[in-house]
């Protein structure tokens, strides 16, 4: 292979890569825009138990939501780390 034919080659490798890498981040960057609704709905929800309750809920379900949502932002933010950065 000649010399400008694995430039070409590798020049156009990298810019697939680069364009895989940007559609990756895109998606790391729409499941994170994603789930701040949904965290800051669990977090109303818990909180808005927690006041109603005057202490005779423990709001165990509220929690349960707001654990798996705030999971859920885990799981967003290292992927936004891994694709974007």
């Known amino acids: 292979m000649t010399l400008s034919l694995r430039i070409l080659v590798a020049i156009a490798a ?3 890569t680069q364009t895989v890498r940007a559609d990756e981040c895109g998606d790391a960057v ?3 825009n994603a ?3 949904q965290l800051n709905e669990a977090v ?3 909180t808005a138990c927690l006041a109603n309750s005057l202490g005779r809920d423990a709001c165990g379900k509220e929690f349960n939501g707001l ?3 705030w999971g859920e932002f ?3 933010v290292a992927m936004y ?5």
């Open 14 to 16: 990298l810019a697939v």
């Open 67 to 69: 654990r798996k949502a």
């Open 30 to 32: 729409r499941d994170y």
């Open 35 to 37: 789930i701040l609704p």
């Open 44 to 46: 109303q929800h818990f």
């Open 74 to 76: 885990q799981s967003a």
């Open 81 to 85: 780390k891994r694709e974007c950065d």
